[in-house]
C-alpha cells in the first residue's frame, strides 16, 4: 500500500475509534423485516450487482437485499403469502457455460431463498424491466416469458411449487396479468394475445385480437401499466391506449393524448426505461416526458406529467431533480449539510452537474404516495410527495446503476 493511502487508512481508523460511535459487530444473528412491509419500503434493482436492494425512502437505510442471477433483476410480489418470486439465469461459468435458469422462492421477511423451481433455460434476457414475468390475479400461477428467439409462457404453479408447462405463442412477447387464470401478450402486428389457463396451469385456450395499434406508424411502448381492469399503453407519440380484460373479449376504449399538440407541446414525447406509474386509489397516472423529436422513447425524462385516469386531465408537471451521482454505489455528494446516506438539497456537486439522467419512475401506493426516480448509471434514488410533487431528498442504495423500481404492493396480506 502506497505510504500516502496507508497514512490516510490509518488516520481514518483513528477518528473512527476515537468518536467511539462504531459499534462492535455481534456475527451470527438473523434479523427479520416486518410484516407487511412499511409501505415506503422499496425494491430497487441493480444488474451489475446482480441484487435487488430493499431501502426505506423515509431516512434512506439499506433494509435488506435479495440475490438475482444474469439480466435484469425482478421480483413478483405474493398477494396471499409471505413470499416473493424471483425468475433468475446463471451459467456455470460465470458468463458462459451451461445455463441454468429457476424461479427463486424467497421468504418476504428473511430475505432468504427458501425454494426453487426449475424452468426450460429459456427466459428473455432484455433491456425491458418489469414485464417478463407476471402474477396471476389470486397469486397462484407466475408466468415467465422465453424468447430463443421463439416465444413462449413458462408457467408455475407457485401454490405447488412445480413447473406447470410452457405454453407456445409465436409473435406474441411480454406477460401482463388479465386475470385468475389469464395473461396477455403483446403481438408483432398490434394484436393482443390473451392465454387462459386450466386450474393445473396448462393451456386451456387462445384468443387474439384484432390489432389495436399500428406498429409502422405509432407503436406503443411495452411498458405497460395497469390501472384496475385496464392496461395503458403509451405510443411513442405520447397516445394512450386503453384495454379492458376484465371479459372473456379484450376492448380497446377511445385512445386518448398525453401532449396536447394545440398547446405547444408537439416536441414532448414519453421516454425511458420505466417511464409510467400508477396510484390506484387516486387513479393517477405518472409519465416521464421529454423534449425530443421521433425515436426518442428510448431517452430520458426531464418532467414527470401528472394525469387524472377518470378525466385525462394533466394535473401538473414536475420538473425532476437529479438522483444523485455515486461512483462505485458510494455518493459524490459534498456540502454544509450533507448527510450520508440521505441528502435534502441540491448542494454540493449536483449544483454544477447535469443530471444523469430520470430513466425510471414507480409510485408507493399508500394513503401519502411517495414518487421516486432513478437512472440507470446512478445509484441514487430521487423521492417526491406523490400528490404535491414536493421533492423530498435522495436515497442511496449502495447500487452501482440503477434500472429496475419495484414497490412490494400488498406482499402477503391477501389483498
Known sequence: MPPRLALMVLVLGLALAASGEVAIEQPGRVETLPSPLPPHWVFVGDPLLRRLALVDLEDGRLRGMVSTGYGLPGALFSPVRPELYVPETFYSRGSRGERTDVLTIYDA???????????????????????????????????????????????VDLAERRFAGEITTPGCSLAYAAGERRFAMLCMDGALLLVRLDEEGKEAGKLRSPPFFDPEVDPVAEKGVRWRDLWLFVSFAGVVHPVDVSEETPRFLPTWPLVEESAGEDSWRPGGSQPLAVHQASGRLYALMHEGGPDTHKDPGSEL????????????????????????????????????PFNRTSDGLLAVLPSPGIDSVSVTQDEAPR?????????????????????????????LGNAVLEVPTALGTGQ
Open 371 to 399: 414518487l421516486f426516480t432513478s437512472g440507470m448509471f446512478s445509484g441514487g434514488v430521487a423521492s417526491y410527495d406523490a400528490l404535491t410533487g414536493e421533492f423530498l431528498g435522495r436515497v442511496y442504495t449502495g447500487n
Open 305 to 340: 406529467w401528472v394525469f387524472d385516469l377518470e378525466s385525462h386531465e394533466r394535473l401538473q408537471r414536475i420538473e425532476l431533480e437529479s438522483p444523485g451521482f455515486t461512483y462505485l454505489g458510494v455518493p459524490m455528494v459534498f456540502g454544509e449539510d450533507w448527510v450520508w
Open 109 to 155: 421477511t428473511s430475505l432468504a431463498p427458501v425454494a426453487e423451481v426449475s424452468l426450460p433455460p429459456k427466459r428473455a434476457l432484455n433491456a425491458v424491466p418489469v414485464v417478463n414475468e407476471a402474477l396471476s390475479d389470486d397469486g397462484r400461477f407466475a408466468a415467465i416469458f422465453n424468447m430463443t428467439p421463439a416465444t413462449s409462457l413458462s408457467i
